[in-house]
């Protein structure tokens, strides 16, 4: 009980005071629009490339609405020093880095619904699986956010943790399926492509929406929790051995 | 337990090493159940290395460390439990108001919504707080800055407070203040483990100090203790004009009970085992037309012993330190 009463209170203060300010919110809304936008005008203004480009457009939300977040929740306060007082405080290191992250999880789900939103004005979202496309979002939320943890804590200034998000981030966009087939890749780039969880979040959405998805469900499910797992425990190292001196 | 007395904190032969540069080498200390121990030492001596190796904070490279005798290098969250943390730099959260920032420490160690609130208010009556209680901590001044660091320090009744440098930087109406309530606090059974770089500071509050330079200590006693050894000693400081440098070898002919000191061009420190005549002294100095302008008794203090046993002159400790920002 103690712990989660910790728990709750960090996450209720990360979004307090990160998340629910007006950039962020405006961050949340705006990119997610931008890129809609954007790649509807490339498509030549056709209506139904709106459902084509809307698995790619929410998993870049997702992606860029939760590391961009955790330079600050993490790396800035790590900076500033204030991050020394969780380390100090009677918590699990566990918790308190899922309490870290919860909210730039949350972040990235709901940046999800942003272009879903856009696009129920559009398209008829009827076919849409659900039931796939909740875990795929849940999915690529957390590793989205862990890799951006795992980012946050292997450097010490924000501006590091950008330049070093923004290394992994763009070429996700072109390497993980999102808008271009994997297939239609070179062959020499196509093993980088599965070594990349956004790959296996994309191909669930593309199921999910598109009902095109080339890898099975359950394998995507299994490699992005193992994805998960392994970007989790690399950070809680990282912090173990950079952090407590 | 040592002489009755339960030991709240007990560390042995701890080393830490940052590259090749060894901040602490292989210390040993124990802090009894209700003492304040000081932990005086210049900047860079180990001070802060020790506390966060101390809180969990840093792992050492050897050693070992108890508080209320469980292990603090394995179970370090179990020792966060029982002890609070006042770091040297006011960490809290600048956008948060006081009050919310002592409402999420509190949360940190599980404490009730509505027990935390009631705390919050009571440290912020005492740390005289209230009327900034609503303001954002960002705002707040360096000396109200310490003081809600220390009140979020003891928002869960800690036994043992470790508090870092909890007076620099900050004006001497706060600084007095603080220790007023460190007093208090000392009084009410905290064990109070303080590191400073303030020598009064040091005499006035704690039970015991250790001496630690470059990463090991010297000395560890209480201050009647320390002090006693030079409490029979007899000490002048003399303020004159220059050129008493070429008058040393003179001066110990013509005083040979004396030890002269020349601290710096223009000030004398005399020492002797009797009371020193200071007429003969500013006679001989005059008679050599060197005017002198004052004559100070030194009394024993703790800064006298300090410096006898390190040869670290005291000022440029507290000037060093100040250039810092504060920090160890």
Redesign the interface.
């Known amino acids: 009980m103690k712990t989660f009463t910790a728990f709750w209170n960090i996450l209720k203060k990360d979004f307090k005071t990160y998340y629910l300010k007006p950039p962020n919110i405006s961050w949340g809304i705006i990119f997610p629009l931008a890129w809609t936008g954007m790649f509807f005008i490339k498509s030549g203004n056709n209506i139904e490339s709106v459902q084509s480009i809307l698995p790619g457009v929410v998993a870049l939300s997702i992606l860029f609405g939760t590391t961009s977040l955790l330079s600050v929740t993490v790396t800035f306060e790590k900076k500033n020093r204030s991050f020394d007082r969780l380390l100090l405080a009677p918590i699990p290191l566990e918790v308190l880095m899922l309490a870290k992250t919860s909210g730039a999880i949350i972040f990235g789900i709901i940046n999800s619904f942003v272009p879903i939103i856009m696009a129920a004005f559009f398209i008829d979202m009827s076919h849409v699986a659900w039931f796939v496309f909740i875990p795929a979002v849940i999915l690529i939320a957390v590793v989205s956010t862990f890799l951006g943890l795992f980012i946050a804590v292997a450097v010490n200034e924000v501006f590091e943790a950008q330049t070093f998000s923004n290394f992994f981030r763009f070429p996700m966009i072109f390497l993980c399926g999102l808008f271009f087939p994997i297939s239609s890749l070179p062959f020499f780039l196509k093993p980088i492509s599965y070594l990349l969880p956004l790959t296996y979040g994309a191909d669930m959405l593309h199921g999910a929406i598109l009902g095109k998805n080339s890898i099975s469900v359950g394998i995507n499910i299994i490699v992005l929790l193992f994805f998960c797992t392994l970007l989790f425990f690399l950070s809680l190292r990282n912090v173990r051995k950079k952090w407590i001196l | 337990m040592k002489n009755g007395k339960h030991t709240a904190i007990k560390v042995r032969k701890i080393t830490k090493s940052?590259d090749q540069v060894k901040a602490v080498n292989g210390i040993d200390f124990d802090v009894y159940t209700g003492e304040l121990f000081g932990f005086l030492g210049p900047n860079g001596a180990g001070k802060t290395t020790t506390i966060?190796m101390l809180?969990?904070?840093?792992?050492p490279d050897s050693g070992n460390i108890y508080v209320n005798d469980i292990d603090c290098i394995r179970n370090p969250?179990?020792v966060?439990?029982l002890i609070g943390?006042v770091?040297d730099?006011s960490?809290?959260?600048p956008?948060?108001s006081g009050f919310q920032n002592l409402c999420?420490?509190a949360?940190?160690?599980?404490?009730?919504k509505i027990e935390r609130e009631v705390r919050a208010r009571e440290l912020l009556e005492i740390f005289d707080l209230v009327k900034a209680a609503d303001r954002k901590f960002g705002g707040y001044s360096k000396g109200m800055k310490r003081k809600l660091t220390i009140a979020?320090g003891i928002i869960h009744h800690p036994s043992i407070l470790f508090l870092d440098e909890p007076t620099t930087g900050i004006d001497v109406m706060s600084a007095r203040q603080l220790r007023l309530i460190i007093s208090e606090l000392h009084k009410k059974g905290t064990t109070i483990f303080l590191t400073t770089h303030y020598i009064e500071e040091a005499e006035r509050l704690c039970d015991r100090i250790a001496f630690i330079v470059s990463g090991k200590i010297i000395r560890i006693d209480s201050v009647p203790n320390l002090i006693q050894p030079i409490k029979s000693r007899h000490t002048l400081k003399i303020i004159c004009a220059p050129g008493i440098t070429k008058l040393k070898k003179a001066m110990e002919d013509n005083f040979p009970s004396m030890k002269i000191i020349i601290q710096e061009e223009g000030v004398l420190r005399i020492e002797a085992s009797k009371p020193i005549p200071v007429g003969p002294l500013i006679r001989f100095l005059e008679d050599r037309h060197i005017d002198v302008f004052e004559a100070l008794r030194i009394k024993p203090s703790l800064e006298e012993v300090f410096v006898d046993i390190t040869g670290i002159k005291i000022d440029s400790m507290k000037n060093e330190k100040e250039k810092s920002g504060g920090t160890s």
């Open positions: 940052f966060n809180t969990g904070l840093a792992r969250k179990t966060q439990h943390i770091p730099d960490n809290l959260y956008e948060l999420f420490c949360s940190l160690y599980g404490i009730k979020a």
